[in-house]
């Protein structure tokens, strides 16, 4: 927490961060709001156990908040196969296209589809509003089973995707990346965007009108490859994967120096995945 926080207060409006960094070796990554401290349930990272990681700050121009979960070793099967499975419900859920105003919890499935095929699932909702500058957790929207939310999603919203799976006493996993709702017409998005334009939009549509909204990814941290299980995946997931990657290259590339080390983790890391 204290070496993040050190690195993000040399960034540019930096304010604070967006919430106490969640850092769970092994068993400890089970606990799904685990803060690390110097007691006996404290864990030593090695190559040998998994690291959950959920972090974010706050600066003057929006909020972050992002979950990875990294092994530095040789991960078990059991292991691989349910990191497949919470990845492939966060690409479910960012490849979703849906109606405005469609409330979260009709995405939520998407999110627990690969888990439930296996008998598992996890006990937290998938997906939580995030406030420019303000709370990491803001509502009204959310993307849960909790049906009673029927606020609706809508063009301009943050929120966050995370979806994970938790074993008591051996690990915790968890992937998150924070998307905006966009409109799938991007004549609608810049009419939107344009004030004057926006209301001549709202004008002209007609009540049977429907609008339909994707997710723009703001999150660009790779995600550790050889922990997939490329069987479980399809060629569609695969390809998501991929395009995402080389994204990710693209925007955090030019603020690195050519031949760093962290420049040569990120041609790594965001390298295509071997389908063999």
Known sequence: DEVLTGYRAKQPGFLECSFPTIAGVGPNAAIIHYRAEENEILKHLDDKTPILIDSGGQYTYGTTDVTRTWHFGEATDEFKDAYTRVLKGNIGVDSMIFPENSPGFVLDVFARKALWEAGMDYGHGTGHGVGAALNVHEGPMSISPRFGNQEGLKKGMVISNEPGYYVD????????????????DDALNEAAESDA???EEDKSATSGDKKFLKFNKLTMIPIQKNLIKVNLMT??????????????????SPHLEVGSPAMKWLEESCAKIERA
């Open 169 to 184: 006493g051996k690990f915790g996993i968890r992937i998150e990346n924070l998307l905006e709702i966009r409109f799938v």
């Open 197 to 199: 334009e926006a209301k």
């Open 235 to 252: 060629l569609q997931e695969l390809d998501w994967l991929d395009a995402y990657h080389a994204e990710v290259f693209g925007k955090v």
